[in-house]
């Protein structure tokens, strides 16, 4: 309901953080080319508006990725923005749904729930179908039900 018909999760997921990295039309996907030519799949890629000529950005991975990481890092380009974020510990709740095209407040509904449930999000990225929400994963069962309840779904 509401335009979600779907709500699930992923655990043990990593995310990678690259403040103040170079911006150029070319900067990003140099970045993510190092990991895929380490095979490592990345998703919930987020991208900051520009600051001056720098960026932030950030990706996420299974944490089972975690030394194909650490190994694609050293290639590359030193001196490009600060040294990378790795953290891991979250879990992605994604909502999905066909209708969400057409629905009105769909993130504002989902927002509100977790909030009053008192659960942080640390990173969003939306398509016209879903929306990736990461988060703490001790708070995954929550989140689960406070959008379940929210959405009737």
């Known amino acids: 309901m509401y335009g979600v018909s779907q709500i699930h999760s ?3 997921i990593m995310l990678i953080t690259f403040p ?3 911006y150029s039309p070319a900067g990003l996907a140099k970045h993510l080319q190092v ?3 380490m095979h490592i799949v990345v998703d ?3 991208q ?3 600051h001056g000529t720098q960026i932030d950005f950030s990706f996420t991975t299974g944490d089972e990725n975690f030394s194909a990481v650490m190994k694609a ?3 590359l380009k030193a001196g490009d923005g600060t040294a990378p974020l790795i953290s891991s510990g979250y879990s992605k709740v994604n909502l999905y749904g066909k209708e969400m095209v057409t629905s009105c407040g769909v993130a504002a509904r989902a927002l509100h729930a977790l909030a009053v449930a008192g659960i942080d999000i640390t990173l969003i990225t939306t398509s016209d179908l879903d929306i990736s929400l990461l988060l703490r994963s001790e708070d995954e069962d929550t989140a689960l039900a406070a959008l379940k309840e929210a959405f009737a779904v």
Do not use: G, R, V, Y
Request: aromatic letters at 6%.
């Open 20 to 22: 103040d990295a170079s």
């Open 44 to 46: 919930m890629i987020s």
């Open 10 to 12: 992923e655990q043990n």
């Open 35 to 37: 990991f895929a030519d």
């Open 48 to 50: 900051s508006a520009p």
């Open 73 to 75: 890092l050293p290639t």
